[in-house]
């Protein structure tokens, strides 16, 4: 049996309905290149810019969110200054390093979530992130 390649950045924008732009295709293959990754804006641009790819921060910025709305990537709010780009789109939930801004997933099958309120007429529960905090152990 042949493995399948793996989809190009190309393929994977058009089929989120995305055109394939050349900022588009060169953020993208920085993006997933590297397998399931958290990384915030910042850091993309920076990769972007050690990898020669004139883009700007507002342009990063821009085209995560288009990701993120077209389902190729998530949000994860882990601190109130600063948002998380997630690659990995399953269910599955975090550990967040303080004072280290690391960000850990945690396989769905490991945590179990019970109870969940009843969501108001008309609305359905989409997803819930859970995210866990740790630090060093104090002495």
Excluded at 43 to 66: D, I, K, M, W
């Amino acid at each position: 049996m042949v493995a399948e390649a793996p989809l190009t950045i190309e393929v994977r924008l058009r089929s989120a309905g995305l055109r394939p732009t050349r900022q588009r295709v060169a953020l993208g293959d920085l993006l997933f290149a590297k397998g399931d990754r958290h990384l915030t804006v910042e850091e993309l641009h920076e990769e972007a810019v050690q990898a020669g790819v004139p883009v700007s921060l507002a342009t990063v910025y821009n085209t995560l969110h288009q990701f993120t709305e077209a389902g190729m990537i998530r949000v994860l709010a882990v601190e109130s200054a600063k948002t998380y780009f997630d690659t990995n789109v399953s269910d599955h939930h975090h550990f967040f390093v303080e004072g280290e801004n690391d960000v850990l997933d945690i396989p769905v099958s490991n945590l179990t979530i019970g109870n969940l309120p009843e969501p108001p007429e008309g609305l359905e529960i989409a997803h819930v992130d859970v995210v866990i905090r740790l630090r060093p152990k104090r002495r």
